[in-house]
Nanobody
């Protein structure tokens, strides 16, 4: 059983940066693909990025490409989401989720961390 906990959210001015962390426990972290998702009020959850076992990061959404990046430190069982040039429309609850590399469904989710970008 993998437990995930996000941290690093908060209030930031437009144009600022935040780095979110997703700390994992309870499993062999290096065997898990980790995804970042976000959900804004009144909107559906959307995928933000995914990081594979080797640390390769794919950012989804044209609005996020070039501003967001992700990385992982398997020694610390932690995945990061670096967000730069933040915009008010990035305001959302951000979640990390993990799936065993051979399985397509994300089975483990964190509680989420709030990111608020003010203009």
């Amino acid at each position: 059983q993998v437990q995930l906990k996000e941290s690093g959210g908060g209030l930031v001015l437009a144009g600022g940066s935040l780095r979110l962390s997703c700390a994992a426990s309870g499993g062999t972290f290096s065997y898990y693909t980790v995804g970042w998702f976000r959900q804004a009020p009144g909107k559906e959850r959307e995928a933000v990025a995914v990081i594979d076992l080797s640390g390769g990061c794919t950012v989804y959404g044209d609005s996020m490409k070039g501003r967001f990046s992700c990385s992982r430190d398997n020694g610390k069982n932690t995945v990061y989401l670096q967000m730069n040039s933040l915009k008010p429309e990035d305001t959302a609850v951000y979640y990390c989720a993990a799936r065993y590399y051979a399985i397509s469904e994300y089975a483990y989710w964190g509680q989420g961390t709030q990111v608020t970008v003010s203009s």
